[in-house]
């Protein structure tokens, strides 16, 4: 069984951007996206105007001075690996609680199919009260380009008016 971490947010945070499960790598480093091939922090420092810097703590303070919070759908799991495709026995965070604890939250973002996949399947009501998009996962294993990957998720944050 393995475990996600806690969420990165503030009473600030317009935008929840949720992955699945961190991947093994993530889990050893105690980082969300800690694969050096996980594009989602060089995305992030290039949408963001912010200079890129290997320091977690720098990583998070800069999500959230631009109102972005971070989490995963699932609380633990069971997974070979570090492919959404083998994860059995999902349990998810209670996101129900996060939403009512952090109301200025009004986009959820999901890093990927299987994070959205497992929020439909444990909370398929809070989709119907929140403005939502499943965007391309920053995951290596998913081979889309990378500019393809930066459009979209450029177009969701600029909807959720954080660009």
Known sequence: MIHSFPPVIDQNCRVLVLGSMPSVVSLERHQYYGHKQNYFWPM???????????????????????????????????????????????????????????????????????AHQSFQKHFPDILETYSWKKLPSTSPAYTMKREIKRKNWHEALQAAGIL
């Open 44 to 114: 992030m420092f290039s949408l963001l105007e912010e200079p890129e810097t290997d320091d977690f703590e720098a990583k998070k303070a800069m999500l959230l001075r631009h109102r972005i919070a971070l989490w995963d759908v699932l609380a633990s799991c069971e997974r070979e690996g570090s492919l959404d495709s083998h994860i059995t026995d999902e349990t998810p965070n209670d996101i129900r609680a996060l939403l009512a604890r952090y109301p200025s939250i009004q986009y959820i973002l999901f890093n990927g199919g299987k």
